[in-house]
Nanobody, 115 residues
């Protein structure tokens, strides 16, 4: 059974940092592309950052230079380091694991950027 469990969210002031983690189980982690999405009420879920099985990364324009995605294949973990956070980064962040045949989601974790 596939499980993706996000952690590390919470409340942070503008300009602050948070590090999200996603622990994966039930999959051959190293072959999956891992992604972070986010969603706010009334809006579509948007791709924030992705990292392929060969460690290539891609970022939404809105987070380039501020967020960094990384993965630890030995521990089945993917991270999202978020720096210089802005109020508009407030959202529920979702971990996603994807191959050509599979597309699995975590339950999401709330990040609130507010003073």
């Amino acid at each position: 059974q596939v499980q993706l469990v996000e952690s590390g969210g919470g409340l942070v002031q503008p300009g602050g940092s948070l590090r999200l983690s996603c622990a994966a189980s039930g999959i051959t982690f190293r072959i999956y592309a891992m992604n972070w999405y986010r969603q706010t009420p009334g809006k579509q879920r948007e791709l924030v950052a992705s990292i392929t099985s060969d460690y290539s990364t891609n970022y939404a324009d809105s987070v380039k230079g501020r967020f960094t995605i990384s993965r630890d294949n030995g521990k089945n973990l993917v991270f999202l380091q978020m720096n210089s956070l802005k109020p508009e980064d407030t959202a529920v962040y979702y971990c996603n694991a994807r191959t050509l045949l599979n597309n699995d989601w975590g339950k999401g974790i709330l990040v609130t950027v507010s003073s």
